[in-house]
């Protein structure tokens, strides 16, 4: 009696598990039937590989230019650096243009002659210069009639000359440079009727401010003579120069 009160039980327990059986088919358990606790979390899993590069991103808009700094402070001069090798010599440049005419270069000079005046009073003491004071030529003005001297102003050899006309008394002088005796001459004269002549000439080398002149030697033999048909002269000229600071003087 009782089994037979258990058969619709039975029953119905057999078509709720075959609706269950097809609901649980392939792991499909209801939502309603997981009613359990969350589970422990799980270990961190592997790194994963890296991924492409992106794509370029757009490019911005131009920002508005900014203000001007301010100059900063100079900075320590550096060390000198290595001297470089010497470059490959240039090509020659073009020929300039021709120069204009320069000057002519002239070379110095220094001439006189001067000669005795007739009458002219000689001196009578040994060591006075004799003043040959009739100017035949003097462009330069070395020559002092005043003082008898010829004063060098350009520096290099000089010719001297003297001639004298010797009458009514022996004759002799000297040729001076600076105070000192650089050629004597010397003339007899014996009352000849006539006048006789003495002629001497020296090369001297001179620089600027050297002196030359003609001195009496003997007070007694003092027969320079000068008359219309006669002279006594002294005369002086440069050879050649010593400033070699031209191409004309070299």
Request: charged residues 20%; hydrophobic residues 30%; negative net charge.
């Given at each position: ?111 006189f002659s001067a000669k005795l005046s007739q009458g002219h009073t000689l001196p009578l003491n040994v060591g006075d210069a004799v003043h040959f004071d009739t100017i035949m030529l003097n462009e330069q003005g ?109």
């Amino acid at each position: 009696m009782t089994s037979l009160r258990l058969l619709p039980l039975l029953h119905s327990l057999l078509i709720l598990q075959v609706h269950l059986s097809s609901q649980l088919e392939d792991n499909k358990i209801p939502a309603s039937l997981c009613t359990g606790h969350p589970g422990t979390p799980g270990s961190p899993g592997v790194h994963g590989s890296p991924g492409q590069p992106g794509r370029d991103g757009r490019d911005g808009r131009d920002a508005a230019a900014g203000e001007k700094g301010q100059k900063g402070d100079r900075g320590e001069a550096g060390e000198t650096g290595v001297r470089g090798l010497t470059g490959d010599s240039g090509d020659p440049g073009q020929k300039g243009e021709r120069g204009e005419p320069g000057e002519c270069a002239v070379a110095p000079k220094s001439a006189f002659s001067a000669k005795l005046s007739q009458g002219h009073t000689l001196p009578l003491n040994v060591g006075d210069a004799v003043h040959f004071d009739t100017i035949m030529l003097n462009e330069q003005g070395d020559y002092n009639k005043e003082t008898g001297r010829f004063t060098c102003k350009v520096p290099g050899v000089y010719y001297f000359a003297v001639h004298a006309t010797v009458y009514r008394a022996s004759l002799q002088f000297d040729l001076m440079k600076n105070g000192h005796v650089v050629a004597s001459y010397f003339q007899f004269y014996g009352n000849w009727p006539k006048p006789a002549s003495l002629s001497g000439g020296s090369l001297l080398h001179l620089v600027p401010g050297d002196q030359v002149w003609v001195q009496m030697a003997l007070s007694e033999y003092n027969g320079f003579y000068s008359s219309t048909k006669t002279d006594s002269t002294f005369s002086g000229f440069l050879v050649y120069s010593d400033w070699k600071n031209s191409a004309v003087f070299a």
